[in-house]
């Protein structure tokens, strides 16, 4: 069920990257992972060149840290946390940005499970 929620997600959010090919890249708001609102800053994680490498400790570490979330709210906080990391890389156009992104979240599936 956790790939299946996980799945949809990104579906959502690869159809509202595709919504034009003009349009600019709308990112998800961050949710906080616990009911103290704690949402960890992984910007300069995600901002690396080899931040396919970086997706399985980002996520051990967040499960590390957060072990009653789930992996299907692990997998939206790191993909949301990317969004704004591939959307300010003005060397990319709106279709690389797109290809981006999904292959960082292909990795982040992936890796979750």
Do not use: H, W
């Not at 959010?13 to 960890?40: F, I, R, W, Y």
């Amino acid at each position: 069920m956790e790939q299946v929620l996980t799945k949809i997600f990104i579906a959502g959010l690869v159809t509202g990257l595709n919504c034009g090919a003009a349009s600019a890249l709308e990112c998800p708001k961050l949710q906080p992972l616990d009911a103290k609102g704690t949402m960890p800053d992984l910007t300069k994680q995600l901002a690396t060149k080899d931040v396919l490498s970086q997706v399985p400790g980002v996520l051990g570490a967040l499960k590390e840290q957060f072990p009653a979330v789930g992996k299907p709210m692990l997998v939206n906080y790191v993909i949301a946390a990317y969004c704004p990391v591939v959307k300010a890389d003005a060397g990319l156009s709106e279709q690389e940005k797109d290809a981006k992104l999904r292959e960082f979240a292909d990795k982040v599936v992936s890796s979750a499970y």
